[in-house]
């Protein structure tokens, strides 16, 4: 079964740092990108960035909310994305998915659960 | 304020069609690229409906269309069903090669 399963979210301070996880199984996650959605209670998604496979320069994207605070990094030995989020904001709070995306035009297939990041 | 813009919510009667648009900020979705839509039932994360304008997953009904037409991309549902009650939400990237959401359209089945 192709499963996606995010872990890592707490209750932090502003201003601490957490890093989340997604463990990919069911599939070779190193011929995807992986990407972090993320959704304020009662909000609607929001882009958080992701990190292209290997094969297309593994380089990441960020939205601007994010960026130059939030890292996202991949260890393709283990199937695992993660999202390291630093200098947090009471703004960050949400329920954070990771999807997958084997091409930008066939969409995000794939999401896992979420895990819930609060900042208080 | 969301970079696509959808309604708020629209509503229909069971078997009815009905359609979500989903417009650039200058009305102008030209300028976005492999746009899809979204599926999302409270509670539950969201699911891959529709991908590259008008392209259907595998196992998802082909009730559900997609299209664009005049510069604005839609969803359309035909024979609407209780089950299809859900938030719906547009996505396309840009040419900088960010993801962007629409807010997010709730559809109720009356």
Redesign the interface.
């Known amino acids: 079964e192709v499963l996606l399963v995010e872990s890592g979210g707490d209750l932090v301070e502003p201003g601490r740092s957490l890093r989340l996880s997604c463990t990919a199984s069911g599939f070779t996650s190193a011929d995807y990108a992986m ?1 972090w ?1 993320r959704q304020a209670p009662g909000g ?4 958080v960035g ?1 990190i292209r496979s290997k094969v297309y320069g593994g380089a990441p ?4 909310s994010v960026k130059g605070r939030f890292t996202i990094s991949r260890d393709d030995s283990k199937n695992i994305a993660y999202l390291q989020m630093s200098s947090l904001e009471t703004g960050d709070t949400a329920l954070y ?1 990771c999807t997958r995306e084997l091409k ?6 794939v ?4 895990t819930t990041v609060t900042v208080s | 304020q ?1 970079a696509l813009t959808q309604p708020a919510s629209v509503s229909g009667s069971p078997g009815q069609s009905i359609t979500i648009s989903c417009t650039g900020p200058n009305s102008d979705v030209d300028r976005y ?2 746009l ?1 839509w ?1 599926q ?1 039932h409270p509670g539950r ?4 409906m ?3 304008v008008s392209n259907r ?1 595998s196992g998802v009904s082909n009730r559900f269309s997609g299209s664009k037409s005049d510069n604005t991309a839609s969803l359309t549902i035909s024979g609407l069903q209780a089950e299809d009650e859900a ?1 719906y ?1 547009c ?1 396309a ?1 840009t040419v900088s ?8 359209t709730k559809l109720t089945v009356l």
């Open positions: 990407s959605i609607g998604l929001e882009w992701f994207e960020y939205a601007a998915y930008r035009e066939y969409g995000m297939d999401w896992g659960q979420g | 969301s690229h492999y899809s979204y999302q994360a969201p699911k891959l529709i991908f590259d997953p938030e939400y996505s990237y090669d960010t993801l962007v959401f629409g807010g997010g």
